[in-house]
C-alpha cells in the first residue's frame, strides 16, 4: 500500500530536480538546489522510494512511469539562472512553513551575525543557502534585498 503523500509540491519540485539532475541526492548543495531542509529532502526521498518513484541505475536516478504521472498530476514549475540552472520555481520553502522550526530561527540570528558582525556562517547551512537566495542578482527576494542594503547603509 502507497503512503499518503504530505507535500505534494515538495515531491514534485524533487522529482523535477532529479529528472533534471540524476545524482540530485549526491550534491552537496542539495538544500539550496531544491530549496528544501535536509529533513525535508529526507523525508520526500523516503516517500519516493516507497513510492517507486525513481529507480536506482549505478549511481543515477531515473523516474518510473509513477514519477512521471506523478510530475504531470502536480506540475512544479522550474526556472534557471546561468549560475543555478537547476533550482525550482520557489525556493526557501522552509521560510513560508506556517509553524517555523528553531533550526529556522537559529539560522536567521546567524545570518544577521554575519550581516552586521562579519562572523563567518557556514557553507551550505540554511543560513548560507538563505543568505544566497536573498543576495543572488536573479532571487525572487529582490525588494527584500533592496531593503536589506538600504538598512545596512543607515547602520
Known amino acids: 500500500m502507497k503512503k499518503k503523500n504530505p507535500e505534494k509540491l515538495h515531491i514534485a519540485k ?29 523525508n520526500a526521498k ?14 543515477d536516478l531515473k523516474l518510473t512511469a509513477e514519477g512521471l504521472e506523478f510530475i504531470n498530476n502536480n506540475p512544479a514549475v522550474s526556472w534557471a539562472d546561468g549560475e543555478n540552472p537547476k533550482r525550482p520555481n520557489t525556493n ?42 536573498i543576495f543572488n542578482k536573479h532571487s525572487i527576494f529582490s525588494q527584500v534585498r533592496i531593503d536589506a542594503k538600504n538598512i545596512l547603509r543607515k547602520i
Open 92 to 133: 526557501l520553502e522552509y521560510l513560508k512553513l506556517e509553524k517555523q522550526p528553531a533550526t529556522l530561527s537559529k539560522a536567521i540570528r546567524q545570518l544577521a551575525e554575519h550581516l552586521l558582525e562579519g562572523i563567518e556562517i557556514k557553507q551550505y547551512s540554511m543560513e548560507h543557502n538563505i543568505y544566497r537566495e
Open 46 to 59: 523516503r516517500f519516493i522510494y516507497e513510492n517507486a518513484f525513481v529507480t536506482k541505475i549505478k549511481q
Open 14 to 42: 524533487l522529482l523535477k530536480c532529479v529528472q533534471t539532475n540524476p545524482r540530485l541526492f549526491q550534491e552537496k548543495e542539495a538544500t539550496f538546489i531544491v530549496g528544501l531542509t535536509a529533513t525535508e529532502i529526507s
